[in-house]
């Protein structure tokens, strides 16, 4: 099979010969931001904003896999598709692939220009000209088709997500053949060796999704996604509508797929069990905010931002005591169109002082690896 | 006499390529202030059996009619449709799944509460509003005064759950039958409801059976379980020592294949039990979980085990007869 030689990116900027290393990044994400406008009803102009994403960044490593956690409407699914820009964001900077030296130049660039109290339109021009080459969110689209192609995507539900009247093999072959990774007469082989990988048998190749249960249409949408040799996957709740006895072999699936091709994914989730076990790293969203971030076992010993202690306390656990009723449970989200001036979490918190209620905590780095936005576990 | 006994249920659906047995010969009793788990993947029949109890089966489905459905020493199956509504919402009382389809979207939440109360209970138009009133705020919903008069969309969907359970317990009824509550819900609104379940089963001594997927939800809830595959019923127990160590092959392989929290992939591997449940006008002969079973021995494969006691359990599965052990 026939991966692409050069990355497109090689094309546009000749000067770039210093090619990813293994110890640079996949990914890195830096202050992603998406309002969505609500929709002006009638004669009334509405400005008002849903503020789905406030900021958000992250870094995902080689091979590694970032879990994203939070309850409905925290801006999980909205940070994946935003890296795929199926949603474009508002702000924000996307790096894929790059070294960090590069990643280190261009913040600089755009720090200077940003310190510009009136830039003129060249200023403008030869700032907008450098974003395109790497800013993933400012490539322009012909660019961006051809990158996508890297990062895949698996969604939650996997009866919306197959087209019913494609066969399971050209469910699969679709994408690698029309971008030319394979000759068209090729897709039988090809979508052989993905159903061989998640375990799905030969005779899916001429079938059609109805004829699959749940558990199974899950592998077609992974062979799908992993038919283009992606180096990124964001996999959206992919285990939540699946029984345990399903779950667990899906589970099993996305790491053997991990190990032999090193693929990392972004694994959104609410079920914290699920997270800490499959993830290397992981990422707790309330109301549009990253709240913390630490590698999972040392989030589980010891979480420090109180919205993942009251996320631990309420999941139900077996271990022969009744489900905890821990401070703050009661009380509900914050509207995400106004949004309260502080910390987004100071009504439920337990802990909140009044510097909360008037100053919104960063992220900011507790120990290594252990980032946490809480002014009270600064302390 | 237990509150509830219901014997030998079955419950088919005569499709037009085959038919569907959703649940099969399925007995059991349900005690004075017990909390019963029915648990079980989708498409055991834990659904239906909660809706045959309320004889809320509609053609093509049917129950068959050597079931019984006993409440109070009364068969609730044999009853007419008159007396049926006499005991259901205001004896038993049902919560479901989807809080927002469960509520008329077109009048208010108190009113529809205060619907259940004049009804039932004959109680005049005003009472019944403040009563409802008085509900909501004992499920702690904020401001009852005023949201007694918003409508289903103005509530979250917790707060909506909220408003169901106090539905369900206006008219103190004796059996409170939860289909799924929580799972459209997020874990802390998941952790609310089942605190606020408990309290309210608590205060007013009802008895409920709770019907779900998620056997991590039961433990420490429930004070029974009934563990079913395929429509059969597979393990009876005491949930206490089914989380101690539950007898039935499938109980164990289920225990293992939950990640629980705080396992990493680096320390385990998660359990798989392979292959599915089979598609029930295709059962294999024999046990129905055979096939996926790594206990299985030959007579698994060819007569279908019954319900062994064990004490005070029962459990499905030829490793128990004690026939063979002398």
């Given at each position: 099979?026939?991966?692409?030689?050069?990355?497109?990116?090689?094309?546009?900027?000749?000067?770039n010969?210093?090619?990813?290393?293994?110890?640079?990044?996949?990914?890195?994400?830096?202050?992603?931001?998406?309002?969505?406008?609500?929709?002006?009803?009638g004669?009334?102009?509405?400005?008002?904003?849903?503020?789905?994403?406030?900021?958000?960044?992250?870094?995902?490593?080689?091979?590694?896999?970032?879990?994203?956690?939070?309850?409905?409407?925290?801006?999980?699914?909205?940070?994946?598709?935003?890296?795929?820009?199926?949603?474009?964001?508002?702000?924000?900077?996307?790096?894929?692939?790059?070294?960090?030296?590069?990643?280190l130049?261009?913040?600089?660039?755009?720090?200077?220009?940003?310190s510009?109290?009136?830039?003129?339109?060249?200023?403008?021009?030869?700032?907008?000209?450098?974003?395109?080459?790497?800013?993933?969110?400012?490539?322009?689209?012909?660019?961006?088709?051809?990158?996508?192609?890297?990062?895949?995507?698996?969604?939650?539900?996997?009866?919306?997500?197959?087209?019913?009247?494609?066969?399971?093999?050209?469910?699969?072959?679709?994408?690698?053949?029309?971008?030319?990774?394979?000759?068209?007469?090729?897709?039988?082989?090809?979508?052989?060796?993905?159903l061989?990988?998640?375990?799905?048998?030969?005779?899916?190749?001429?079938?059609?999704p109805?004829?699959f249960?749940?558990?199974?249409r899950?592998?077609?949408?992974?062979?799908?996604?992993?038919?283009?040799?992606?180096?990124?996957?964001?996999?959206?709740?992919?285990?939540?509508?699946l029984?345990?006895?399903?779950?667990?072999?899906?589970?099993?699936?996305?790491?053997?797929?991990?190990?032999?091709?090193?693929?990392?994914?972004?694994?959104?989730?609410?079920?914290?069990?699920?997270v800490?076990?499959?993830?290397?790293?992981?990422?707790?969203?309330?109301?549009?905010?990253?709240?913390?971030?630490?590698?999972?076992?040392?989030?589980?010993?010891?979480?420090?931002?109180?919205?993942?202690?009251?996320?631990?306390?309420?999941?139900?656990?077996?271990?022969?005591?009744?489900?905890?009723?821990?401070?703050?449970?009661?009380g509900?989200?914050?509207?995400?169109?106004?949004?309260?001036?502080?910390?987004?979490?100071?009504?439920?918190?337990?802990?909140?002082?009044?510097?909360?209620?008037?100053?919104r905590?960063?992220?900011?780095?507790?120990?290594?690896?252990?980032?946490?936005?809480?002014?009270?576990?600064?302390? | 006499?237990?509150?509830?006994?219901?014997?030998?249920?079955?419950t088919?659906?005569?499709?037009?390529e085959?038919?569907?047995?959703?649940?099969?010969?399925?007995?059991?009793?349900?005690?004075?202030?017990?909390?019963?788990?029915?648990?079980?993947?989708?498409?055991?029949?834990?659904?239906?059996?909660?809706?045959?109890?309320?004889?809320?089966?509609?053609?093509?489905?049917?129950?068959?009619?050597?079931?019984?459905?006993?409440?109070?020493?009364?068969d609730?199956?044999s009853?007419?449709?008159?007396?049926?509504?006499?005991?259901?919402?205001?004896?038993?009382?049902?919560?479901?799944q989807?809080?927002?389809?469960?509520?008329?979207?077109?009048?208010?939440?108190?009113?529809?509460?205060?619907?259940?109360?004049?009804?039932?209970?004959?109680t005049?138009?005003?009472?019944?509003?403040?009563?409802?009133?008085?509900?909501?705020?004992?499920?702690?919903?904020?401001?009852?005064?005023?949201?007694?008069?918003?409508?289903?969309?103005?509530?979250?969907?917790?707060?909506?759950?909220?408003?169901?359970?106090?539905?369900?317990i206006?008219?103190?009824?004796?059996?409170?039958?939860?289909?799924?509550?929580?799972?459209?819900?997020?874990?802390?609104?998941?952790?609310?409801?089942i605190?606020?379940?408990?309290?309210?089963?608590?205060?007013?001594?009802?008895?409920?059976?709770?019907?779900?997927?998620?056997?991590?939800?039961?433990?420490?809830?429930?004070?029974?379980?009934?563990?079913?595959?395929?429509?059969?019923?597979?393990?009876?127990?005491?949930?206490?020592?089914?989380?101690?160590?539950?007898?039935?092959?499938?109980?164990e392989?289920?225990?293992?294949?939950?990640?629980?929290?705080?396992?990493?992939?680096?320390?385990?591997?998660?359990?798989?039990?392979k292959?599915?449940?089979?598609?029930?006008?295709?059962?294999?002969?024999?046990?129905?979980?055979a096939?996926?079973?790594?206990?299985?021995?030959?007579?698994?494969?060819?007569?279908?085990?019954?319900?062994?006691?064990?004490?005070?359990?029962?459990?499905?599965?030829?490793?128990?007869?004690?026939?063979?052990?002398?």
């Amino acid at each position: 099979m026939n991966s692409p030689k050069n990355t497109p990116l090689n094309k546009i900027d000749p000067s770039n010969n210093t090619a990813p290393q293994q110890g640079d990044p996949l990914l890195v994400v830096k202050d992603l931001i998406k309002h969505y406008p609500l929709k002006a009803s009638g004669f009334s102009f509405s400005k008002e904003k849903v503020h789905a994403l406030n900021g958000i960044s992250f870094t995902v490593n080689r091979g590694e896999i970032l879990g994203l956690v939070g309850e409905s409407g925290c801006g999980k699914t909205t940070t994946g598709r935003s890296l795929l820009r199926m949603i474009e964001p508002d702000s924000g900077q996307v790096y894929f692939n790059r070294t960090s030296q590069e990643i280190l130049d261009f913040e600089k660039k755009k720090e200077d220009f940003n310190s510009l109290i009136k830039p003129s339109n060249s200023e403008i021009k030869k700032f907008s000209n450098a974003e395109e080459r790497i800013n993933f969110r400012a490539f322009p689209k012909k660019e961006m088709r051809k990158e996508r192609l890297k990062l895949q995507y698996i969604f939650q539900d996997p009866y919306q997500s197959l087209n019913p009247k494609q066969q399971i093999g050209r469910i699969i072959t679709e994408a690698p053949v029309e971008h030319g990774h394979i000759k068209s007469n090729q897709w039988e082989s090809t979508a052989l060796k993905y159903l061989d990988l998640v375990g799905l048998p030969r005779e899916a190749l001429h079938k059609y999704p109805h004829e699959f249960s749940g558990g199974q249409r899950q592998r077609i949408n992974i062979a799908r996604a992993v038919a283009l040799q992606p180096e990124f996957i964001v996999c959206d709740e992919p285990v939540s509508s699946l029984d345990v006895s399903i779950q667990s072999q899906i589970l099993n699936l996305l790491l053997d797929i991990q190990k032999e091709l090193g693929t990392a994914y972004l694994f959104i989730a609410h079920n914290l069990s699920v997270v800490f076990y499959l993830c290397d790293k992981v990422a707790v969203m309330y109301a549009g905010n990253m709240v913390e971030e630490a590698p999972s076992r040392e989030l589980y010993n010891n979480p420090r931002h109180p919205y993942t202690e009251l996320l631990m306390a309420a999941a139900p656990k077996i271990d022969g005591k009744p489900l905890e009723n821990p401070p703050g449970l009661e009380g509900e989200v914050p509207s995400l169109i106004q949004l309260p001036r502080g910390c987004a979490f100071q009504a439920r918190c337990p802990l909140a002082i009044d510097k909360c209620k008037e100053e919104r905590p960063q992220l900011k780095e507790l120990s290594p690896n252990h980032r946490v936005a809480c002014f009270r576990a600064h302390e | 006499m237990s509150l509830l006994e219901v014997k030998n249920l079955t419950t088919r659906f005569n499709l037009l390529e085959h038919q569907l047995i959703a649940v099969e010969d399925i007995s059991f009793s349900l005690e004075e202030n017990e909390i019963l788990a029915v648990v079980g993947e989708s498409g055991c029949g834990k659904s239906v059996t909660a809706l045959s109890l309320m004889k809320l089966i509609e053609s093509p489905g049917e129950i068959d009619p050597q079931s019984q459905v006993l409440f109070q020493g009364q068969d609730i199956l044999s009853l007419s449709d008159e007396k049926l509504q006499k005991i259901r919402g205001s004896e038993i009382a049902m919560i479901f799944q989807e809080p927002a389809a469960s509520f008329n979207p077109l009048f208010p939440l108190g009113s529809q509460i205060a619907e259940a109360l004049k009804i039932h209970r004959g109680t005049a138009k005003e009472e019944a509003l403040k009563t409802a009133e008085h509900l909501l705020d004992q499920v702690r919903i904020a401001e009852a005064n005023r949201r007694v008069k918003d409508y289903p969309f103005q509530l979250s969907g917790g707060m909506l759950q909220r408003a169901m359970t106090a539905l369900a317990i206006s008219c103190e009824p004796q059996i409170l039958l939860a289909d799924e509550p929580t799972t459209a819900l997020d874990v802390t609104v998941q952790a609310q409801i089942i605190n606020l379940l408990k309290e309210q089963v608590r205060r007013y001594n009802m008895s409920m059976i709770f019907v779900t997927h998620d056997l991590e939800l039961i433990d420490g809830f429930a004070d029974n379980l009934m563990l079913l595959y395929a429509g059969r019923i597979f393990e009876k127990s005491s949930s206490v020592d089914f989380f101690k160590k539950p007898l039935h092959p499938y109980g164990e392989d289920l225990m293992k294949a939950i990640p629980r929290m705080g396992l990493f992939k680096d320390e385990i591997e998660l359990f798989t039990i392979k292959g599915q449940v089979p598609p029930s006008h295709r059962r294999p002969v024999g046990c129905t979980y055979a096939p996926r079973c790594n206990k299985c021995f030959k007579r698994c494969t060819q007569e279908e085990p019954p319900l062994f006691n064990i004490g005070e359990r029962q459990v499905r599965c030829w490793l128990y007869n004690k026939e063979d052990q002398k």
